[in-house]
């Protein structure tokens, strides 16, 4: 099965251009399976039906995995069965009859307005650091981009002219506008912040480490948890919170949900239309406490 995984990994890499992220999951995915298949003796395709990989779902559910990573998990085996399928490397797919648990779809944490601009000046100083962090947390919020995304940003993916930014992956691309307050705090960043923290000259990740090197997921996590807390905030704040905040809020002031869903990147209009039931709660809740009559 081991083989079967890699040719798998293949074809999602060359054939349907799946992003870095995906093919992480799925692999990691796969690879728990066939470690639980191999503790038990199956080895090979042909000993593998839906029994099998039902007793898999149901070590998942013991284990109390949530039903968001076991439905993730069923979505990789029954990827990787049809492909099997598909390829005429098994007769039949076996994990057609696996059944995803029910999700209760929870509402995304989102700040308030108050919330984000507390946080968005907590950089407050003239030091490269600052400065930079000052940059990283205004485009975060003014494109709503991914932390991914963001500590990958080139230099050469940045337009400051026309005030926008490419966002790439694989095959795909995606422009995304910023505003004034974005502009202006990556213009100072740029303008001597950014080259004084360069090692390499050349180098042309826009923004960097202390040690000139490119930034880590991990040390912008620690980041935004700092300036959270300094910002006397309570609630959880992570980067994707600062990305629902984005699309909420630009849903609520009245942008059209097929921008929202070119900006944030999503294949499906149908996972952006949550902000969409988000900003109809809320105009309930106004009316609710507003209206003299409610």
């Known amino acids: 099965m081991k083989d079967e995984i890699g040719q798998f990994m293949e074809y999602l890499h060359n054939v349907k251009k799946t992003s870095d992220n995906t093919e992480l999951s799925y692999r990691r995915d796969l690879n728990k399976v066939q470690k639980f298949l191999a503790d038990r003796g199956v080895t090979s395709l042909e000993q593998i039906d839906e029994t099998v990989l039902e007793a898999y779902v149901k070590d998942l559910e013991e284990q109390k995995f949530a039903p968001a990573s076991i439905s993730r998990n069923i979505a990789s085996i029954k990827a990787f069965f049809h492909y099997l399928t598909q390829e005429g490397k098994i007769v039949s797919d076996v994990s ?61 993916d940045l337009n400051m002219p026309m005030n926008y930014i490419v966002c790439r992956d694989r095959n795909k691309e995606r422009i995304i506008p910023f505003g004034t307050a974005a502009r202006e705090a ?30 880590s997921r991990q ?6 948890k700092s300036y959270t807390k300094k910002a006397g905030i309570t609630a959880d704040i992570t980067p994707h919170t600062l990305r629902h905040s984005f699309a909420a809020h630009l849903v609520e002031n009245g942008a059209d949900l097929k921008s929202v869903q070119e900006m944030l990147g999503h294949s499906d209009i149908s996972t952006t239309q949550i902000y969409a039931n988000m900003s109809h709660k809320h105009l309930r809740e106004v009316y609710a406490k507003a209206h003299p009559r409610g």
Do not use: H
């Not at 108050?114 to 968005?120: I, M, N, Y």
């Not at 040390?219 to 935004?224: A, H, P, T």
């Open 96 to 156: 057609a009859g696996l059944k995803a648990p029910k999700i209760e779809k929870k509402m995304p944490g989102i700040m308030t307005m108050d919330e984000v601009v507390r946080l968005l000046e907590q950089p407050k100083g003239n030091a490269p650091k600052e400065v930079r962090d000052k940059a990283m947390l205004e485009l975060l919020y003014a494109t709503g981009i991914r932390v991914t995304e963001l500590i990958t940003l080139k230099l050469s």
């Open 186 to 215: 990556l213009a100072k960043y740029l303008s001597g912040a950014r080259v004084s923290m360069l090692k390499d000259p050349s180098c042309d990740t826009l923004f960097v480490n202390c040690s000139g090197e490119s930034m």
């Open 219 to 224: 040390g912008f996590w620690k980041l935004i």
